[in-house]
């Protein structure tokens, strides 16, 4: 079965309770979201962004195997 690697930043880590996941292709990045929610609820109320390969996504993309997906949440410097 292919497999993805999700990656998770900051507070995203203490809701899913570690900084990395291998999980089963999902066909897109809505799916994927959706095995997400189910998995860790209370990722509902967080505010993160998605990247898929390092590129910033704001609308539903085509995953494929060995695609490394991040979340990232809201993060600030200076």
Do not use: K, W
């Amino acid at each position: 079965m292919s497999q993805i690697s999700v990656y998770f930043f900051g507070r995203l880590t203490d809701i899913t309770g570690s900084s990395r996941l291998q999980m089963p292709l999902a066909n897109d990045t809505d799916a994927l979201q959706q095995q997400l929610l189910q998995r860790f609820p209370l990722l509902q109320q967080a505010t993160y962004i998605i990247t898929v390969n390092r590129i910033i996504i704001s609308q539903c993309t085509p995953l494929h195997a060995q695609a490394e997906v991040a979340l990232l949440p809201p993060f600030s410097g200076g």
